[in-house]
């Protein structure tokens, strides 16, 4: 499985962007989906994550209200819109899959990797 993720910029303080992963593979549809981040400096965290149907979602703390993860398996792709931006989430966005049932917010649990694309959020 390849991971291609996109739609990273340069944004301000309560901007909205919405990031794309796009999928290589036929059996991304039984994928769990998670979308992670790493600020300069720091380690890699969780920020959301969605079942292979769509049907559950999970956020941290910090995003929840203001980033919705979905996917549309039709065409292997998932999103992370992301409201209301803070200085503090510039950092490199990945998204990932994971084999096994579940969302998981550890980032050892998911398999495959995006090559991660940056939201810089200025003040």
């Known amino acids: 499985v390849q991971l291609q993720a996109s739609g990273g910029g340069l944004v301000q303080a309560g901007d909205s962007l919405r990031l794309s992963c796009a999928a290589s593979?036929?059996?991304?549809?039984?994928?769990?989906m998670g979308w992670f981040r790493q600020a300069p400096g720091k380690e890699r965290e969780f920020v959301a994550g969605?079942?292979?149907?769509?049907?559950?979602?999970y956020y941290e703390d910090s995003v929840k209200g203001r980033f919705t993860i979905s996917r549309t398996n039709a065409k292997n792709t998932v999103y992370l819109q992301m409201n209301s931006l803070k200085p503090e989430e510039t950092a490199v966005y990945y998204c990932?899959?994971?084999?096994?049932?579940?969302?998981?917010?550890?980032?050892?649990?998911?398999?495959?990797w995006g090559q991660g694309t940056l939201v810089t959020v200025s003040s």
């Open positions: 990932a899959a994971r084999t096994r049932a579940g969302i998981s917010s550890r980032r050892y649990d998911y398999d495959y």
């Open positions: 593979g036929r059996t991304f549809g039984s994928y769990v």
């Open positions: 969605i079942t292979w149907s769509g049907g559950s979602t």
